[in-house]
């Protein structure tokens, strides 16, 4: 299992959550990468029903910084904000084309 948390810590206010943004996401595509993505989400503690784009390749949770962080100490890979998100997007879109 990979798990991926990205580091764009944009300052935004999402809902009533003011906070510092980044993105929590799998690499594997389909099915497969959101039983990941949720599996991980739920030791995290978040809530399966905040996933962003949910089937898609751009499938994805927003975190705050202090979940980021757990997201980390829990094995999460960090990654760069950009192309690394875009080369795991465009796997995923390459692997569900077939």
Request: net charge neutral; hydrophobic share 45%; glycine share 10%.
């Amino acid at each position: 299992m990979t798990i991926y948390i990205d580091d764009m810590r944009r300052p935004a206010v999402v809902g009533p959550v003011d906070g510092v943004w980044s993105h929590l996401l799998s690499d594997l595509p389909g099915a497969a990468g959101q039983r990941e993505l949720l599996a991980f989400a739920e030791r995290l503690g978040i809530e399966a029903r905040w996933i962003q784009n949910a089937g898609t390749a751009t499938e994805h949770f927003d975190v705050t910084e202090p979940t980021r962080q757990r997201a980390l100490a829990l094995g999460a890979v960090p990654i760069r904000y950009g192309r690394a998100v875009a080369a795991i997007t465009m796997a995923k879109r390459e692997a569900a084309a077939g």
